[in-house]
Structure formats: C-alpha cells, structure tokens
C-alpha cells in the first residue's frame, strides 16, 4: 500500500497550522500520530491532498495538572503516576490500545478523534470497489445494514470511554476562537462522518474533573487477540461518591465499540451488578460490521460491566 503524493507542513505553533487549514481549505487534514490516517490514506479509505503536522508544536505534547494537551502520546500517559492513581480507567485504556509502537507514536487525541471502522468501509481500494460501495464511500446504502440510508460503521476507540466515565471535557479550537464542551458533545454518532468538528478545528486539549479520593475506576476490552486489536467491545467504570447533587453517588458508564458513538450511561449509586448489566444490553445497539457477532460482543459488554463492578466495590470495601 503506497501512500499518495501529499504535500506535509509543519508549522511550530497552534496559529499557525490553524492559519494553514484556513489557507489551503477544504483539502487539508490535520496529522498527529498518523496511525489512523495514513493507513486509510494508504488503502484509499480518506482523502488529503495536503497535510499539517502537529508534531512539533509544543504546548500539544504538555501535561498540566488535569489539562492534557492533545499531542501527548498514549506511552506518556502510562508514565504519570498521579494519572493512575487517580484516573485508572484512562490508564488502563490507555494501556492496552493496540501495541506498543503504535501507543508511542499515536497521541490521545488522535485516539479520541479516530475514524470509524466497518468491514465493507476499512478495507483497500480494489476490494471495496469490488462490490456495490457502502454509504461511507459514496454508496447508496449501508452494507452492514442493507436499506440503510444512514451509516453503521463502530466507534472504536478505548480512551473515549474511559474519559466519557470519568467526566472529561475537551477543548477545540479554530481560527480565531475556541470552544469547551463535554466529550460527548465531540461525537455525532454518524458512522459516516463521526466528529462534530468544523472543518478548520482541532482539539488541543483534554480536561480532566477535580478527582475525589474516594473514585473507584477501571476499564476492560474485548477483543480477539491480546494484543494489536480494537475493541469489539469495550466498558469503563467510575464510580462516584455521594455528593450533595446524588446523595447516594453514582456509577458512570462508558462503552465503545458497541455503536457508531461511545456511550455514557449513568445509574444511580446502589444498582447492582444484575441492573447494571441490563442497562447496558438495552444501551448496546452493535451490528456485524467489525468482526465478532453482535450478540457475543453485547454479550461480553455485559458481562465485563458486571464483574468490573463486583471487583471496583470489593476493592472500596477493602
């Protein structure tokens, strides 16, 4: 797979890469790690005649204190002790998100703002085109989904649905502005065009909430290697003190790989492990499109829900 000819810049601040995107339209894509995008740019699953490098504009690749700039690589993550003391989810996410190559080059944001992924979209060129095209690619109708005018290919992202748990916000921004938003709010749940980014943004910055020492969270995936895979499924877990707002706390739930958006689910502090399975077969909504059949995928999301549960309780009570 031979990757196009495209023109690479590479400015050294956020103004100026901004400035570029607005300069050369709609053309131009931004490029952090480039796990992501330039496979697809390889097998013809995107398009880019001209791309900005993120690289080497510092104040992407900074920690500071719950801020995490967009350009820190997942390996990094795995390095702040404070990071997964208080936020284990993100860390265990973040931990085992396809191999140690790709968490060195690949960023968090870049995680976050990954593609969607679909057995008749994510594949080359050729053999795409060797059959009628999906919606994703221009296609009358959904493959996964015959009829289908809307598109079902899965969010796949591990580090969403930590961060969806844990109550992280992000910030974008574009020429002249900026914007701050829940996570939720960055995904549309279009398989077809996933993010709720404007052409012209980028988003800079993760922001994680005040941690309370009294959090219990944690993360697991499900996928057919222990390794290199994305998530077939995937749940994280934050269970949340009682505060004046619920006086009885609250158990956050975030899934991927089960639709074309990660979810948050939120349960009331005393529901059982029996409930909290329930509400995520009735959340789980996955169509055979990314390998595993569906029914196994929800299957196993409920289960790991359930015994994530049992193990973050026994582990308060402890």
Not at 101 to 109: C, D, I
Not at 142 to 155: D, R
Not at 191 to 214: C, H, K, M, Y
């Amino acid at each position: 797979m031979k990757l196009p000819t495209i023109n690479l810049h590479q400015p050294t601040t956020l103004a100026e890469a901004l400035n570029l995107s607005n300069t050369l339209g709609p053309g131009s894509r931004f490029l952090a790690g480039g796990t992501d995008l330039l496979a697809r740019l390889k097998r013809g699953a995107a398009k880019a005649a001209e791309l900005i490098s993120l690289v080497h504009i510092p104040e992407l690749r900074q920690i500071r204190g719950l801020t995490i700039g967009g350009g820190v690589n997942l390996y990094s993550l795995l390095e702040v002790t404070d990071l997964h003391r208080q936020f284990r989810a993100l860390s265990q996410a973040a931990a085992v998100v396809a191999g140690p190559q790709v968490r060195n080059q690949g960023t968090l944001a870049g995680n976050l703002c990954q593609d969607t992924r679909c057995l008749f979209f994510d594949c080359s060129d050729g053999l795409a085109r060797a059959r009628p095209l999906c919606l994703k690619r221009g296609g009358e109708e959904c493959l996964a989904v015959p009829g289908s005018k809307k598109c079902f290919a899965a969010y796949q992202g591990d580090t969403a649905a930590a961060l969806l748990a844990l109550g992280a916000e992000v910030k974008i921004e574009h020429l002249g502005g900026s914007r701050r938003l829940a996570l939720a709010d960055l995904f549309s749940g279009y398989g077809d065009r996933p993010l709720s980014l404007a052409p012209g943004e980028v988003l800079t910055q993760i922001i994680l909430p005040q941690p309370q020492s009294e959090i219990r969270s944690g993360y697991r995936k499900y996928r057919l290697r222990g390794g290199i895979d994305f998530p077939l499924a995937g749940v994280a877990l934050n269970l949340v003190p009682p505060c004046s707002e619920t006086p009885q706390g609250e158990v956050r739930v975030g899934l991927t790989g089960l639709s074309s958006r990660p979810q948050l689910l939120n349960l009331g502090g005393k529901a059982s492990p029996d409930e909290l399975a329930e509400a995520v077969h009735r959340a789980a909504r996955p169509v055979d499109n990314v390998g595993g059949q569906a029914r196994h995928r929800r299957y196993m999301a409920c289960q790991m829900a359930r015994d994530l549960l049992e193990e973050l309780r026994n582990e308060a009570a402890d």
